[in-house]
């Protein structure tokens, strides 16, 4: 399983960007799909996740500002964001979970840098 993210960047404060992220390889599309971001000096905090079924959950921090959706068909996950903090500076990354066997795959992390 591969996961490839896209879709970073520099952005100002009160701005928007949207995340991509595309899963190939033998991806599970029962698994529950998300992003993470990590931040210098930081644990790695879930940001948000969606189920199969688009059940969704978000870090109180970002509610109502951030948005998960998936393509089932498509094996993708995007995460639009509105409203940048610089707090929401980070290194994002795609997560694919399958929950049958309890195991985490991971995408290459991509910058998101909220500055003036």
């Known amino acids: 399983v591969q996961l490839q993210a896209s879709g970073g960047g520099l952005v100002q404060p009160g701005g928007s960007l949207r995340l991509s992220c595309a899963a190939s390889g033998n991806i599970f599309s029962g698994g529950v799909m998300g992003w993470y971001r990590q931040a210098p000096g930081k644990q790695r905090e879930l940001v948000a996740k969606?189920?199969?079924?688009?059940?969704?959950s978000y870090a109180d921090s970002v509610k109502g500002r951030f948005t998960i959706s998936r393509d089932n068909a498509k094996n993708t996950v995007d995460l639009q964001m509105n409203s940048l903090k610089p707090e929401d500076t980070a290194v994002y990354f795609c997560?694919?979970?399958?929950?049958?066997?309890?195991?985490?795959?991971w995408g290459e992390g991509t910058q998101v840098t909220v500055s003036s």
């Open positions: 969606i189920t199969a079924g688009s059940d969704t």
């Open positions: 997560n694919a979970y399958d929950w049958r066997f309890s195991v985490d795959y």
